[in-house]
């Protein structure tokens, strides 16, 4: 299963796009890339994920390179929300969700 | 819509005393279902998973336990309690052989 790694913290300016970086240069061909987050003293949320396109959906936006070696996460208009833990994740497709190995992802603070 | 519980949401337990935690989900059948410990500071550590009634398989050696007595009920168990069992114990379901997980809101367990 492919390591995902991820800058351990980040900062982003309340009401600007948050884009939070994750490479992934082991990653197989059956493998998706999921990312969730977790806000202090919650459960992981899921928000999105892909495979080879880019995907979008009402929470961020999923940029995945050609290659497949890295990926964005793109919260368009941070709020003070949207500071979390965000973890990105490579899993193996079709095999229930067993092989998700949770790293320590990335800590967004947004800051007004 | 699917709906996913835990309770107790906090718990303070002395060392040796027993545990019984509850998940239980509402809204989708025959789920996927698994038990996280994720300790101060720390990712997530899968426990258990199951497929199905009855069904549990375990990820890492510890004196816990966990029974799936009904379809959408999920319980982790110990006769006995230690220090380092504390942490944030989460419960999660996904649909069958898809990888997407859905967490419960958590339960926080401080063994004194």
């Known amino acids: 299963d492919a390591k995902t790694t991820q800058p351990p913290s980040m900062d982003c300016a309340e009401g600007r796009a948050a884009n939070l970086p994750c490479n992934h240069s082991?990653?197989?061909?059956?493998?998706?890339v999921y990312w969730y987050r977790q806000i202090h003293s919650q459960g992981p949320q899921y928000i999105i994920h892909?495979?080879?396109n880019n995907e979008t959906n009402e929470m961020a936006s999923l940029i995945i390179t050609e290659d497949r070696k890295s990926s964005t996460l793109i919260l368009p208009h941070a709020t003070l929300r949207d500071t979390a833990v965000y973890y990105c994740i490579a899993t193996p497709i079709n095999t229930g969700g067993f092989k998700t190995i949770f790293g320590a992802g990335t800590r967004l603070f947004v800051k007004a | 819509s699917q709906t996913i519980h835990q309770w107790p949401a906090t718990l303070v337990q002395p060392v040796g005393s027993p545990l019984s935690l509850e998940c239980t989900v509402e809204?989708?059948?025959?789920?996927?279902l698994y038990w996280y410990r994720q300790a101060a500071g720390r990712g997530l550590q899968l426990l258990f998973y199951s497929v199905g009634i009855g069904q549990i398989s375990s990820e890492v050696p510890q004196n816990l336990s966990a029974s799936r007595p009904q379809d959408r009920q999920f319980i982790l168990s110990s006769k006995k309690l230690l220090l380092s069992d504390s942490g944030f114990y989460l419960c999660a379901w996904s649909v069958q052989a898809e990888e997407t997980q859905y967490f419960g809101p958590g339960t926080r367990l401080l063994v004194l």
């Open positions: 809204g989708t059948s025959n789920p996927n």
């Open positions: 892909g495979l080879k």
């Open positions: 082991t990653i197989s061909g059956n493998e998706y």
